[in-house]
């Protein structure tokens, strides 16, 4: 039996209590026998109940509306306002809090859109700094009750709680629970939880009732619940995937429950292979701890399409300063440049250049770039743009000194000095301009 707490009227409550025994409050943590629809001990009806609740190990969290409820905790004015984190005008939606899902605003949609559906909206650009923060309070707290935690965003991870009953006296679920309650009271937003037996069954359960969820799908009935569910919840299975496959007359699970894994791998390939385990409830990955970045990059998207040359160069060093003042904030470095552009018509480009050693120097990811840049700009206009470094290693191996172009070291040191600076006074206390001009080629 999936679980998915809901509340309900006292009176459909009597009429369906809980069949199964040791329900557990999320709000006290008490736990209560077969039948209860209240807790014992506090009262509350958020009680979570199945026969596979103090078995399960492995969980998926994911924090409600991550952005947006950070900003209506900041501002308790807006916590009954539909709110929209995002990029101005011609920008995307990063998050939208319930209320403005109400009316039809997703992740990812493009902003004009967001407000045409949603017009009384309160529009707030990014914070990313205040949202990391938060993150990495939350990640700190999940890694304090196992070292198996794998990120999947700054608001999301997995954890497997296998073998810690022990450690914290208390099953799996009880512990979850204890940290979700901490993440609300203590932080002051809310997150949703989905246990099960392997990581694709607690992610498709930590979906099923948000916000402030927490759903459990068993082993014994996993098979049996993604029977009726449509195919676009495996993961991997986009919308250019869903249509090949309703092309082929397959729409829901349940019809790959019923084919053989053969038959699938010669259709689909090694996506096949995975739809196979994965319509069946089984998922033999692992959660594998924290992994390094594989790349660090900032980017923009403008209010207006730029096609100049000369307008896109400025702009462009000051993401290379971003890029570079986080690679030397974590004491990394990267050999690969990449830049990024978005045409008026949403076409992706990208383009890379590897360097002869690794950097964190903004004037240099600024070079690569700008030649990049060059070669892009033929007249199209260009309504994003973005830089980045990935073959990430550590700083120590970073920018020697080069012996043969003294003003390249000259470029080090005066960025380097610049840094300092800017430590001590303030990042607006020294002007590029009176070492460096971004606008030429060094």
């Known amino acids: 039996m999936v679980h998915k707490h809901v509340d309900m009227p006292e009176k459909d409550k009597a009429e369906k209590p809980f069949e199964t025994a040791r329900a557990l409050c999320r709000d006290c943590g008490a736990r209560s026998a077969a039948g209860t629809v209240r807790c014992k001990a506090c009262g509350s009806p958020r009680l979570v109940s199945h026969?596979?609740?103090?078995?399960?190990?492995?969980?998926?969290?994911?924090c409600d509306a991550f952005y947006a409820s950070i900003e209506k905790r900041d501002n308790p004015e807006l916590q009954d306002q539909p709110v929209i984190i995002g990029g101005g005008q011609r920008g995307v939606v990063s998050t939208a809090c319930y209320i403005a899902r109400i009316y039809g605003v997703r992740s990812a949609m493009p902003m004009?859109?967001?407000?045409?559906?949603?017009?009384?909206a309160v529009v707030i650009k990014p914070n990313m700094e205040?949202?990391?923060?938060?993150?990495?309070?939350?990640?700190?707290?999940?890694?304090?009750?196992?070292?198996l935690v794998e990120p999947l965003s700054i608001d999301e991870a997995f954890l497997d709680l296998t073998g810690t009953e022990r450690l914290h006296h208390a099953t799996p679920a009880e512990t979850l629970a204890k940290l979700i309650r901490e993440i609300e009271n203590d932080i002051g937003i809310t997150a949703s939880v989905g246990l099960a037996a392997n990581k694709f069954l607690a992610k498709v359960a930590s979906d099923l009732e948000k916000p402030r969820g927490f759903s459990v799908i068993g082993q014994s009935e996993a098979k049996r619940f993604l029977a009726d569910q449509p195919v676009s919840l495996i993961w991997g299975v986009g919308r250019v995937f869903q249509k090949k496959l309703f092309a082929d007359g397959i729409?829901?699970?349940?019809?790959?429950?019923?084919?053989?894994p053969s038959d699938l791998a010669a259709r689909y390939g090694s996506m096949g292979l995975r739809l196979a385990q994965l319509c069946q409830g089984e998922d033999e990955r692992l959660v594998k701890p924290e992994r390094g970045a594989k790349s660090v990059s900032s980017e923009t998207t403008f209010n207006?399409?730029?096609?100049?040359?000369?307008?896109?160069?400025?702009?462009?060093?000051?993401?290379?300063?971003?890029?570079?003042?986080r690679l030397k904030k974590a004491g990394i470095a990267g050999r690969t440049i990449n830049l990024k552009l978005k045409t008026a018509d949403f076409k992706t480009i990208t383009r890379a250049r590897q360097s002869s050693d690794p950097t964190q120097l903004a004037n240099r990811i600024y070079q690569a770039g700008v030649d990049l840049l060059a070669k892009e700009t033929d007249g199209r206009r260009f309504r994003l743009i973005g830089i980045g470094v990935s073959d990430l290693s550590a700083a120590d191996t970073a920018d020697p000194t080069d012996l043969i172009d003294e003003q390249a070291e000259r470029r080090k040191q005066a960025?380097?000095?610049m840094d300092n600076l800017k430590t001590k006074f303030g990042k607006s206390a020294v002007e590029l301009g009176l070492v460096l001009d971004p606008k030429k080629k060094h």
């Open 304 to 325: 207006q399409d730029i096609s100049d040359f000369d307008a896109l160069r400025p702009v462009l060093w000051q993401l290379c300063e971003k890029v570079s003042a």
């Open 130 to 147: 205040k949202y990391a923060a938060v993150g990495r309070d939350i990640r700190e707290r999940m890694q304090a009750l196992t070292p």
């Open 51 to 62: 026969p596979e609740l103090d078995s399960l190990t492995i969980a998926h969290i994911d």
């Open 415 to 417: 960025e380097l000095a």
């Open 112 to 120: 004009f859109k967001a407000l045409e559906a949603c017009p009384d």
């Open 251 to 260: 729409k829901t699970i349940g019809q790959l429950q019923t084919m053989e």
